[in-house]
């Protein structure tokens, strides 16, 4: 290639770092390795409510740990910096272009209201129209609308999109040109009426301005490919060429999410995984090796990638898979790096178990056995114990299923924190909802109310969650077995209730 190759992942610091984020990391790390280019971390953080430094901070511890080091970025320097957008936007690089956008007549001041905008958009449901903006200031004269803004009313800029044709893109990974009419894309917002750019402006330019050469990224973002090539073309940008990829899928082919697999990186390292092992793994999901291996280093995948050997067709994030070959990294370490690993596993949440489970041990000992529950991938549960004093099978599988359920509906909340104060509230709101008694309601509704009390819903659920009629305090034990084990083990424990 006749020009550097120079590409990158933008993440947003919004919460736990994501798989996605290394898939898509590990893809551009790659491509940029083989062709001896560079690989750049740039955090896209214009969502201020949302973003925070925490979660930008996990972003480069996860990404170091995987090995997918960047050789330009926020904690690492460079010479296209600042690589955080909001110091990008405190040195007005966005304000100028979308002013240049203006001035060409390819952008214009819109001033309409929240309220307007919701009149719109209720008026164009009421018609069973296409939700979006009516154009209604595109045509107005660019004087009058400066005058507008220097008395100070409130305005965004937006994109003048075409209003006839199409758009068509050649995306190298897919065999049939990308299309989509113009008159179904709205005039994007580029820049807020607080003076922030949304990530349409702030991507394009910032890949300009870092020499960025390829945008690998995934398939989500090709209903806002028009977007990106139009403000290329108006500004006067040659366009990086734009690569989508498969997003990951749950087995069942839905978008990979929290409520049906792990998707926190931090969670496998706190699990015990090897960055190695995860590595290979998500490379088996979009490129093959072409010598058929499933097994290999990053260093070897390096040397024979290839971008037109990625499979865009949904890669399945199969955590069983996974672990078949998590167990051949792991079988296969030295004994001082296995010691090394089983040390850095109990370690990692020692100081969260050690003050749950102290009250119940009498030598150093008894802490494996008290503690086995949160580290065992499974537990053994019995019938005997699962049932609690005065239920059925039936019973207790019904009440398992509702907390199952509340719990992975809580799980999957935008914002929802897997900590005992919230898990408490919530499941005693819930065993509150369930053992009212409506007036008028019949002796079989007055018995299934009066089984949603403290002791036997808590013993149930403890039986479940650890195996054991003894654990420590309920909520506390829920809040370090994380999401994914409780409900995982409520599910098996319904299972052994059939």
């Not at 164009?124 to 507008?148: C, K, T």
């Not at 994109?159 to 994007?188: C, N, S, T």
């Not at 301005?209 to 040659?238: C, D, Y």
């Not at 792990?262 to 092992?277: D, H, I, S, V």
Request: aromatic share 8%; with cysteine.
């Amino acid at each position: 290639m006749s020009v550097p190759v120079r590409v990158r992942i933008a993440p947003s610091p919004t919460g736990d770092p994501h798989v996605g984020t290394a898939y898509i990391g590990l893809l551009n790390y790659c491509f940029a390795r083989h062709h001896g280019g560079k690989f750049v971390l740039r955090i896209e953080d214009t969502d201020q409510q949302r973003c925070s430094e925490a979660s930008a901070q996990a972003i480069y511890a996860s990404l170091k740990w995987l090995g997918l080091v960047y050789d330009e970025g926020p904690d690492v320097g460079g010479e296209r910096g600042p690589y955080v957008q909001s110091e990008r936007v405190k040195l007005g690089m966005y304000q100028r272009y979308a002013e240049q956008l203006i001035e060409q007549g390819d952008a214009y001041y819109c001033f309409c209201t929240a309220r307007e905008l919701d009149a719109m958009k209720a008026r164009q449901r009421a018609n069973n129209e296409p939700i979006m903006y009516d154009r209604r200031h595109r045509g107005a004269d660019l004087a009058e609308s400066r005058a507008r803004v220097a008395k100070g009313e409130p305005y965004v800029i937006r994109l003048k999109v075409p209003l006839e044709g199409e758009h068509v893109y050649k995306d190298r990974l897919r065999k049939l040109p990308v299309a989509k009419g113009w008159k179904e894309i709205d005039d994007q917002v580029l820049l807020k009426s607080d003076g922030w750019p949304t990530y349409h402006l702030a991507a394009v330019v910032d890949d300009h301005l870092m020499g960025i050469t390829h945008v690998i990224r995934a398939e989500e973002w090709l209903n806002s490919l028009p977007k990106h090539t139009l403000l290329n073309q108006k500004l006067g940008f040659t366009p990086p060429e734009y690569v989508h990829v498969g997003l990951l899928r749950n087995a069942d082919k839905s978008k990979i999410s929290k409520r049906k697999n792990p998707t926190n990186l931090l969670w496998y390292r706190e699990q015990g995984f090897l960055p190695e092992a995860l590595v290979n793994f998500l490379a088996t999901l979009g490129h093959s090796h072409p010598d058929g291996r499933e097994k290999f280093t990053l260093d070897e995948l390096v040397s024979v990638f290839d971008l037109d050997r990625i499979n865009v067709a949904g890669p399945v994030f199969d955590l069983v898979k996974l672990k078949n070959l998590q167990g051949q990294y792991f079988r296969e370490l030295s004994p001082e790096r296995m010691r090394a690993e089983v040390h850095r596993a109990v370690d990692a949440r020692f100081d969260k178990l050690l003050p749950l489970v102290k009250e119940r041990m009498v030598v150093g000992g008894d802490f494996i056995w008290q503690a086995e529950p949160f580290y065992a991938d499974s537990v053994t549960h019995h019938v005997e114990d699962l049932v609690p004093k005065g239920w059925d099978k039936v019973q207790t599988k019904t009440m398992l299923e509702q907390l199952q359920q509340a719990l992975k509906q809580f799980a999957a909340g935008e914002g929802s924190q897997w900590d005992a104060p919230s898990l408490e509230a919530l499941i005693r709101g819930l065993m509150e909802s369930r053992s009212q008694v409506p007036e008028g309601a019949t002796d079989e509704a007055r018995a299934a109310a009066q089984l949603w009390q403290n002791k036997p819903v808590f013993m149930a659920l403890r039986v479940a969650a650890t195996g054991k009629r003894e654990s420590p305090p309920l909520f506390d034990t829920l809040a370090v077995l994380g999401s994914t084990k409780t409900l995982e083990r409520l599910g098996l424990a319904q299972q052994k209730l059939r």
